[in-house]
């Protein structure tokens, strides 16, 4: 189905009115070249585009200000228009829904002082949106959440509307420095201990028919994301790819919006990630996003028409939005009934097989094969019949792209600033580096930053700081120059074993990311998970032994949130409803990307006692107390209905892989998670709804603070 027919159904199926509000800042005149972002407008054009197509907004009903038009006076006199609009109703118009969507910068002023109606923050720091005209310094122009939220109150307060609210920003976080653009303007303010001590504040909640989703906590950074090219907020990308590929759009609620963005976030292996925060009355969480019906959901496949020149390739209606990714396969139909028709009912073969070359944002092209056996082992090159004016593409194998590491090499220049990205191939890198580099899969790519300052290096992940411990920074000696703190690190480039040091950094980092990548797209793929995965609170008695446990609770950001010195264990549930057992490993991740199997705590085969899980029962570790590396933790389980030994994706045995072939799942993470050179072959694609394995992850933070 085109995306022109799911916006014409969406707009038969919508009687309420629709309006938006869509706000892009990429340039700010007044800040220097290091705050200027690249992604807004992008940000601007898919969130246009997907309002209109996938939820029936008129053109005509979408206000944007993008740049110069994006000052502090004129987004406050469109919040202030939207509300007359919503006011001009007439009382049959039904309830409206309104959307305001804001991609810049994020900041923080000082809060109302006490005694103010606007003194309503604990850490005596307002959260604001920056506009066009922001100053360098002061924030006079900010638009604070004060003001926001009063103008949700203006929409929502005598139930004529609903109200979705879109910040690409961050509020918070300090000297973060990574391989993307960070939506944070730091004004370095310390609140005055009047404004932090105790004085009387009045929280504000938002109205029960309003829902608001940021990028990111109030202690993270949001990144701007690049892939192909083009640089889009993190969370925007992700949540227009959600919306726009999932067929069933009235299945989709703002709380399950948010869980399948975090997900997109594991299996695109975006580590650490900022966790996207959501607001709101538990009512209005549940809820469709934006309301809508059954029309607007789509079937899941996509139209396919031939390229007139090439009859071997053809233009698949959807893209990178729509999760196609390069590799895939699609079957090719006439007719939309003969895909998935039972084989009484006429189920017939394809016309012909689809392999994506090429993806953009909102489509893709395809080549044309058939299979030259009945394995599917070996393909043929072959052509569209000249009669062929269009048909139903549907995939049927998904590859989820290249397993190695995208990495960016810069060299720091006068003032700490970061230089232009140098190549992999220049020849004037440092010889630690270049040898680095020939023994790992890496490619060039926005995943990490080598940055290089003078003799040293470090290793920065895409969205900020890496964590690394105290003890392992104080063992390097000499002047490490200031912009590599925070980096993994540092790397002396002129000692002896530099190479060997970044070499094995990269290695340890792309294994971690990649098993939690691939451990997520099972999760995500698999229509009924095997087994769940949760952390527990636990108390211990004299024999430092489980003596109670409770479900660990979430904090007050929808998270799991632990501080230094808590005892928790994770436990593994079957949750399949077959009477057949499951054997399940579980391994965990730190921030550091150490890779430790603790379930069962001891290598190999024999502990089946350890693994198994017969329906409905569950299985716990061993108690842990949470340390440093503070940030974040993944825990993932691996279930097979056979036993397994997944021994060998602990980091610490990284170098003593088995030779051997092993199960076809144990090939399958061989080629995902320890992926080889630049010059290796290309893993192998995965079948859609694989049922032969299952996978759950499960994410929480440690920081230092103690209870």
Request: net charge negative; hydrophobic share 40%.
């Amino acid at each position: 189905m085109c995306w022109l027919c799911v916006a014409t159904l969406a707009q038969e199926a919508v009687l309420a009115p629709r309006m938006a509000l869509l706000v892009g800042v990429q340039h700010y005149p007044k800040l220097d070249s290091s705050r200027q972002l690249a992604g807004a407008r992008n940000d601007i054009s898919i969130v246009r585009s997907l309002l209109i197509d996938r939820f029936g907004f008129r053109e005509q009903d979408i206000v944007t200000l993008v740049d110069n038009e994006a000052t502090g006076d004129s987004i406050r006199g469109q919040w202030r228009a939207l509300a007359r609009r919503v006011g001009d109703l007439p009382d049959d118009a039904g309830i409206a829904h309104v959307v305001f969507y804001f991609s810049g910068h994020g900041s923080q002023v000082l809060d109302q002082p006490e005694g103010d109606a606007d003194c309503d923050e604990e850490d005596g720091l307002d959260e604001t949106l920056v506009p066009y005209d922001a100053e360098s310094e002061g924030g006079d122009r900010d638009l604070r959440d004060d003001e926001l939220h009063r103008f949700v109150e203006s929409l929502c307060g005598d139930g004529r509307a609903r109200f979705w609210g879109v910040l690409d920003c961050c509020h918070s976080g300090s000297g973060a420095r990574g391989t993307t653009k960070i939506r944070k303007l730091d004004r370095q303010l310390v609140p005055s201990p009047i404004l932090t001590g105790s004085r009387m504040v009045r929280p504000k909640v938002l109205p029960p028919a309003a829902v608001l989703l940021t990028a990111c906590r109030a202690s993270e950074v949001e990144p701007e994301y690049e892939h192909g090219g083009q640089s889009y907020g993190l969370l925007t990308r992700f949540l227009v790819q959600t919306l726009s590929e999932h067929p069933g759009a009235s299945d989709v609620s703002y709380r399950a919006l948010r869980e399948s963005v975090i997900n997109c976030y594991q299996r695109e292996a975006i580590v650490p990630a900022p966790t996207p925060q959501l607001e709101g009355a538990p009512a209005a969480l549940a809820e469709a996003v934006l309301g809508v019906g059954e029309k607007p959901n789509r079937q899941p496949w996509w139209t396919v028409k031939p390229v007139p020149e090439d009859r071997g390739t053809a233009s698949l209606s959807a893209g990178e939005l729509q999760g196609v990714t390069v590799g895939s396969i699609y079957g090719l139909y006439e007719r939309p009934e003969a895909i998935g028709a039972p084989a009484d009912q006429g189920a017939a073969q394809p016309l012909a097989w689809l392999e994506v070359t090429k993806a953009e944002p909102t489509h893709a092209t395809v080549r044309v094969f058939q299979w030259a056996d009945s394995l599917q082992r070996r393909q043929l090159d072959a052509r569209l019949p000249r009669a062929f004016k269009s048909g139903y593409a549907v995939k049927r194998y998904h590859h989820h792209g290249e397993p190695g590491l995208g990495l960016r090499i810069v060299r720091v220049q006068d003032g700490g600033v970061d230089g232009e990205p140098v190549a992999l191939s220049e020849s004037g890198l440092p010889e630690a580096v270049g040898e680095a580099l020939a023994s790992a899969a890496i490619r060039d790519g926005d995943d990490l930053l080598l940055r290089i300052d003078g003799r040293y290096a470090a290793v920065f992940p895409a969205t900020g700081v890496a964590s690394v411990p105290e003890a392992e920074r104080s063992s390097r000696t000499g002047p490490v120059p200031a912009s590599l703190r925070g980096g993994w690190g540092p790397i002396d480039l002129a000692s002896q074993d530099a190479s060997r040091q970044i070499a094995d950094c990269l290695r340890r980092i792309t294994r971690a990311r990649n098993l939690i990548r691939v451990a997520a797209r099972q999760a995500a793929e698999r229509s009924v998970p095997a087994a769940s995965l949760e952390l527990i609170a636990v108390d211990l008695d004299e024999r430092l032994e489980i003596a109670a446990w409770r479900p660990w609770m979430r904090d007050n950001e929808a998270a799991i949130a632990l501080r230094d010195g808590d005892l928790f264990a994770l436990r593994a549930v079957n949750t399949d409803a077959s009477t057949k057992p499951w054997y399940v490993t579980v391994l965990a991740i730190d921030p550091n990307m150490e890779i430790q199997a603790v379930l069962p705590h001891q290598d190999g085969l024999g502990l089946l006692d350890e693994q198994r899980l017969d329906p409905r029962a569950s299985r716990t570790t061993s108690p842990y107390r949470a340390t440093a590396p503070y940030g974040t933790h993944w825990a993932i389980a691996l279930a097979t209905r056979e036993p397994n030994d997944f021994s060998f994706l602990a980091q610490p045995a990284i170098e003593q892989v088995r030779g051997q072939r092993g199960t076809e799942l144990e090939q399958l993470l061989m080629d995902h998670v320890f992926p080889e050179t630049r010059s290796g072959r290309r893993p192998r694609g995965q079948k859609c709804g694989d049922d032969t394995w299952s996978a759950a992850v499960l994410q929480w933070e440690v920081t230092a603070s103690r209870r």
